[in-house]
């Protein structure tokens, strides 16, 4: 095998392995963020859409601390913290607004059960958010 073969099957690997961690940590994220909105909703009797903020607005903070410790932890040789989860959160806040929107137009507009349409919602804005948090957060080159 060349050594320019080698390169790119170890960043493949490399990618893979990450990609594996952030959609793990987006999982708990998914769980925090339903758990909540379901809590929201259900028990306390909120708008649908302010319960899917607010677990949103959690979920973002605790699935960054997971990327920062987990996911991309080998990969950041500067601290940059606040830097980062500014960064993280804008990205977050277009996926949010993704997320809210999608779930409010498969609610309102095609009558799908709240906690469905927030399910697809996640996946698709989840999508979004890794490429970008990827590349511009946390500065990992594909």
Do not use: C, P
């Amino acid at each position: 095998m060349e050594s320019n073969d080698k390169n790119k099957m170890d960043r493949f690997s490399i990618f893979a392995k990450q990609t594996f961690k952030y959609y793990l940590v987006g999982a708990s994220g998914v769980l925090v963020n339903l758990g909540l909105l379901y809590f929201l909703t259900d028990i306390i009797g909120a708008w649908y859409v302010f319960s899917q903020a607010v677990a949103a607005g959690v979920s973002m903070t605790t699935n960054f601390t997971l990327h920062k410790f987990l996911t991309y932890r080998k990969e950041i040789k500067e601290a940059k913290t606040l830097e980062r989860y500014i960064k993280f959160i804008t990205i977050s806040l277009l996926g949010m607004g993704i997320l809210l929107g999608l779930t409010y137009v498969l609610v309102e507009n095609f009558a799908m059960y709240y906690m469905h349409a927030a399910m697809l919602s996640i996946a698709i804005a989840g999508s979004f958010n890794y490429f970008a948090n990827r590349k511009w957060t946390f500065g990992i080159k594909f």
